[in-house]
């Protein structure tokens, strides 16, 4: 039986995401965001479950593969999934990475996102909820403030294994976010790819009145940014576009 091919532009938009292998949310958030005609590739990388600097340093090594992993054709945006890995390599290099192996005309990744975010909503004084240990959050709280970012004030639940942080309940998340965000700040920003927000970003922006930035929510709405699609998603970021 003969057959002819689709042409390059079947789908609108393709998109690549590298996600850790303890990750259980991000898809599952994402894929809520996405029309039909955009197509999103994953692939994975080793991880530790336990969320320390030095663990986390060890993707480095191993983004390229993940990159390699993911089908070959050019893509749109390609989205490294960890907040906290991203803060201690530093997206610059997450670029550089994962260019190595393909070809993207964006390259993002979570804390690079949650920047851009930041600016498009002019907030400058924020608070943040994190689910990491000390050294993650403080190295986190840093790249924020490097960038011109006040932290005025943060909360951790200050929990190392990934796969707890998974499981941890929305309504806690919830509640931290309106405990910090009482506090005189212009956003609150809430971390982790492994963290689920979705279900409660627009509840806490209804009681707060201000914006709540989630990861996976700057992840998707940066990569989508710049690709004339109509972006549907929670929250003021997604409303503000």
Known sequence: MKFVLDNENYYHARL????????????????????????????????????????????????????ELLPKITYDSIGYACTSGATIIGSSEVEKLINSKQESR?????????????????????????????????????NLHQDGFKIKDQISFNETDDTVVARIAEEDSLKAIIDIGRNDVDAI?????????????????????????????????HMLKSLNITKQGPGLLFRNN
Not at 35 to 49: A, G, L, Q, T, Y
């Open 16 to 67: 690549g995401l590298i996600i850790l292998q303890s990750d259980e949310t991000i898809e599952q958030e994402i894929r809520t965001t996405l029309p039909s005609n955009i197509s999103i590739n994953h692939s994975r990388i080793p991880c530790n479950k336990i969320v320390s600097s030095e663990n986390l340093s060890q993707m480095q090594i191993d983004l390229p593969t993940a990159s």
């Open 106 to 142: 964006l390259v993002t990744d979570p804390i690079k996102a949650t920047k851009v975010a930041l600016i498009n909503l002019n907030c400058h004084n924020i608070a943040f909820v994190s689910p990491y240990e000390k050294s993650v959050t403080e190295a986190m709280r840093l």
């Open 189 to 221: 920003f809430i971390s982790c790819t492994n963290l689920k927000t979705f279900n409660i970003i627009d509840k806490a922006e209804k009681i707060l009145q201000k914006p709540v930035i989630s990861s996976n929510q700057a992840l998707i709405w």
